[in-house]
């Protein structure tokens, strides 16, 4: 059984859709699957080994042109090769990409619309790949914004599609008028078409079954699954916490507005002003979006404001030895998103390093909190409300740590990446003797 994961590059950035993908990849290899994971738009950026091939289908500059002008629409397949090189996707990913945020609403529609969209000929060329060379038995898109291809691909090669469903929504909800109702639209025409659908979690089973118009019962659950290295903590080693040292409060996310690091700032003040309570500091990482630089700067001089300039630092985007040391330097994590998460990836590093959290209530977080016991919720958006979540581990050390040492365990039992492997082959195999069937 051979798979194709197709998963859709995110411009240079650490994306979580991108890591969970790499991570699957290379645990269908370990379990023996032949797994080949082809990257979209631009080459991944992953923060363990790279798992993908060297090269791009729908390379992101040929998307950009052939959206904007019609002559790109029908230049040679040797000159679009030129533009889909690695080195200058990376190269044009550093200088943030040439897609205007006017212009992603029309171009979401385009990719939905697959073979009748601006596109097309990067549509025949995927096909090409697949049919000549790559020779999938099925096809596993890693998000449902590429469905754009699902028709083609099982109307012209016979095989099955499988979709992972990744936090779409936060993105298409964005899209301007008419853009957006359009491309849910088709969205949900794609949907119905699919062989199987994957979510990450519960909650977003149910949001996108409302949203796409699907049963429930349509959608697996397969929650992501952790690489646990050799050498990382186990469950019977939880680090002592306790000491005079400050109390670390920890940020590891995208540093943009709507992951809440400004909220947790707040909550970092209020915390210390609090003469009852042991010195608080905050310490945040995360890819940095050039854009979102200014929103950084921001958060910055209101802790300047406040007079706390020494205790808060932010460490870039480490790779994946730098991300583990720091996780397991924290005392406590946060992630205050302000909209729903589907995934909860960081916080479930965060636990495998023995940190317990305290987080919003809702989206993923409250089957997390609800199944694996790592921490504490708080009403979403409040920074006063967090502030009490935060305190009250900080009083109780025998509780933050008992949380920490639960949640570790659960994550070495239940979301390591061999499960996450076993239980996605069952859905191809379930899924090839479907496609089985007579039709």
Not at 84 to 95: E, F, G, K, N, T
Not at 251 to 269: I, Q
Not at 388 to 403: F, Q, T, V
């Amino acid at each position: 059984m051979r798979i194709v994961h197709l998963v859709a590059g995110a411009g240079g950035m650490y994306c979580g859709s991108c890591l969970h993908g790499n991570a699957l990849v290379a645990a269908l290899r370990q379990a023996g699957i032949d797994a080949v994971l082809l990257p979209m738009y631009t080459p991944l950026r992953t923060d363990e080994e790279n798992q993908s091939l060297d090269g791009v289908a729908f390379g992101g500059v040929n998307v950009y042109l052939q959206q904007r002008w019609p002559l790109f629409r029908r230049t040679p397949w040797r000159f679009d090769r030129l533009l889909d090189r690695p080195v200058l996707l990376r190269w044009l990913a550093r200088r943030g990409g040439a897609t205007r945020p006017d212009e992603l609403g029309p171009l979401a529609v385009s990719m939905l619309r697959g073979e009748d969209g601006r596109q097309r000929k990067e549509v025949e060329k995927l096909l090409r790949l697949l049919a000549d060379t790559l020779r999938p038995d099925v096809i596993h898109l890693n998000n449902a914004l590429l469905t754009g291809v699902a028709p083609a691909i099982r109307r012209r090669l016979g095989i099955p599609v499988v979709c992972s469903l990744t936090g779409e929504d936060a993105f298409l909800d964005k899209l301007p008028a008419p853009h957006r109702e359009e491309a849910w639209r088709l969205l949900r025409e794609r949907a119905a078409g699919l062989d199987a659908l994957i979510a990450l979690s519960r909650s977003f089973a149910h949001a996108m079954a409302e949203r796409l118009a699907l049963p429930r019962e349509r959608i697996d659950v397969i929650p992501p699954g952790l690489n646990l290295h050799d050498g990382e903590a186990s469950p019977s080693a939880v680090p002592d916490r306790a000491g005079g040292s400050p109390f670390r409060v920890g940020f590891f996310s995208r540093v943009a507005p709507d992951k809440g690091l400004h909220l947790l700032a707040e909550a970092v003040g209020l915390l210390a002003k609090d003469t009852s309570l042991p010195p608080v500091e905050l310490h945040a990482a995360g890819y940095l979006d050039p854009a979102d630089r200014p929103y950084l700067a921001e958060v910055e001089r209101r802790m300047v404001a406040a007079g706390l300039a020494a205790r808060f630092q932010y460490h870039g985007a480490p790779d994946w030895a730098g991300k583990t040391a720091l996780l397991r330097s924290f005392d406590l994590f946060s992630l205050p998103t302000l909209l729903p998460e589907s995934k909860g990836l960081p916080v479930l590093e965060a636990w495998a390093a023995g940190v317990p959290a305290v987080l919003p209530h809702h989206g993923v977080f409250v089957e997390l909190i609800e199944d694996l016991g790592g921490g504490l919720l708080h009403e979403p958006g409040s920074a006063a409300l967090l502030a009490e979540g935060i305190a009250a581990m900080m009083r109780d050390p025998a509780l933050a740590a008992a949380c920490g040492r639960r949640a570790q365990a659960a994550v070495h039992a239940q979301h390591n990446a061999p499960t996450m492997a076993t239980r996605t082959i069952e859905v191809y195999q379930r899924t090839l003797r479907a496609y089985a069937l007579p039709r």
